[in-house]
Structure formats: C-alpha cells, structure tokens
C-alpha cells in the first residue's frame, strides 16, 4: 500500500513561538501558532488538518460504497468539525462532526441514510481516529 507524508517545523515556546506544516511534497503549506490552535488566530492547526483529512476520506469511501451498490453519486459533499476539549486536564479530540450531502440520482433516503453510517465505519480515517470518543454523522440526500 501507499504511504503518505506530512512535514511541521516549530520555532519558539509553545505560547510565542510559530511553525508551519507542509502536506506531501508540498501540495499545501499553512502557518500554525498557539493562538490559531487554541484561541481564535490566523493560521491553521492539526485539528484542521485531521477534519480535512477526514471530510476527504468520508466522501470517497461514500462515494465508491454508493457506486459499488450500482447508484454512482454525481457528487458528495462533506465537512468535518474537530472538536478540542480539555480532559483530564489535556488538550483531547473527543469529537467530530462529519456533515455530508449526496446528489445520487434513483436513491431513497432510507438507502442513502444506511450506505452513509457504514461509509462512515469503513472510511479509514475514521478507523485511524479510534480512539475519539465520539465521531457523529449527519447525511442528507441532495433533492
């Protein structure tokens, strides 16, 4: 199988200092701190980089389970929230929220509803992220 690589560098103490993640060999590259991982500030932060990770993987995994089941979508939409909480006194994912929208043509919504809660079990990032106490789904059908 493929392996995949990501790259961050930190300059600093945790509260001042700055970094900068680079996904691949450089296909994105974003600035990170203290403040836009735990406050409100410019830049992106891990947990952004997981709920990306995580939308991307949902939606391929629904999108091939939907085709595989002979209702190829035209499109899926997927967004993911990462939540971060102090537990045990520890910065903690214990939840995401993935949020995703179909357009497949001829499919009910009691079919679409069943292929996304089991997309939602075999997409391998979900699998990754185990041990997040929480991964939560809402799918809706594009009408």
């Not at 296909?27 to 410019?42: A, I, L, P, W």
């Not at 929220?97 to 075999?122: I, N, Y």
Request: aromatic share 4%; proline share 3%.
């Amino acid at each position: 199988m493929a392996t995949r690589n990501g790259n961050a560098i930190w300059r600093g103490d945790l509260q001042s200092g700055t970094g900068e993640v680079t996904v691949g060999n450089g296909v994105f590259t974003g600035n990170y701190s203290f403040k836009s991982r735990f406050e409100d500030g410019d830049g992106t932060n891990p947990e952004e980089l997981i709920a990306a990770a995580h939308a991307g993987c949902y939606s391929m995994q629904l999108s091939a389970m939907l085709a595989e089941a002979g209702t190829p979508p035209t499109s899926v939409d997927t967004s993911a929230v990462c939540s971060l909480r102090n537990i045990d006194g520890k910065p903690t994912i214990d939840r995401i929220r993935l949020t995703t929208v179909g357009d497949v043509p001829g499919l009910s919504e009691d079919e679409f509803q069943k292929v996304a809660a089991e997309a939602k079990e075999a997409c391998l990032i979900s699998r990754a992220l185990a041990g997040v106490k929480e991964i939560e789904l809402e799918a809706r059908l594009k009408h």
